[in-house]
């Protein structure tokens, strides 16, 4: 059966860092274009980036481009969130999901993934 588990969430200052993991199992992790998601309350869920099979090609959204990182370690079955400079607004659900389809373009919206975690909560001070 196919597990995505979060890990790593917490409270931070504002300014602050985090790096947030997704372990895997049940699924052929290298075959899976990874992406990471949060959900604020009364809000829907938000793309924060993408990251392909390889790890060689890397989505953001702009509104976390040049804080946020992603990676992945497909010996360990792990996608990674390195969160940088944190803002009271990026308090949230984090959550990771796989995208198991073979495709040209990273997916980037909910729907486009077949697998979820069950989401790490962060919040930042301020």
């Known amino acids: 059966q196919e597990q995505l588990v979060e890990s790593g969430g917490g409270l931070v200052q504002a300014g602050g860092s985090l790096r947030l993991s997704c372990a895997a199992s049940?699924?052929?992790?290298?075959?899976?274009?990874m992406g990471w998601f949060r959900q604020a309350p009364g809000k829907g869920r938000e793309f924060l980036g993408t990251?392909?099979?390889?790890?060689?090609?890397?989505l953001y959204a702009d509104s976390v481009k040049g804080r946020f990182t992603i990676s992945r370690d497909n010996a360990k079955n792990t996608v990674y969130l390195q969160m940088n400079s944190l803002k009271p607004e990026d308090t949230a659900v984090y959550y990771c999901?796989?995208?198991?389809?073979?495709?040209?373009?990273?997916?980037?919206?909910?729907?486009?993934?077949?697998?979820w975690g069950q989401g790490t909560q962060v919040t930042v001070s301020s």
């Open positions: 049940g699924l052929t992790f290298s075959r899976n274009a």
């Open positions: 999901a796989a995208h198991s389809m073979i495709s040209v373009v990273l997916p980037t919206t909910p729907t486009q993934y077949d697998y």
């Open positions: 990251i392909s099979r390889s790890g060689t090609n890397i």
